[in-house]
């Protein structure tokens, strides 16, 4: 599941040859987020601060106004048609 974030791991050299394409998700903004340990992260927090939004503050007393975030495939595999 990896709407959970313990099953999200980053893919390092060590490990680059055990993963799948259909394995590699990309981070949404929120919270809750394990974001990646490269220019990725530099990058949103870039984007959002253009638009007044800090990316360490988006969990408010509110739930409506919280953004926990998610993850997203980079591929997905079709099964049987």
Known sequence: ?????????FVTETNRNDIKLEQIVLPLPGYDIKYPLNDIHSWY??????????????????????????YRQFIVRTGQV
């Open 1 to 9: 599941d990896i709407h959970n974030d313990s099953n999200v791991s």
């Open 45 to 70: 927090r870039d984007l959002l601060n253009e638009d007044g939004i800090k990316i360490d503050q988006m969990k408010y007393q509110v739930k409506d106004y919280s953004l926990p975030g998610n």
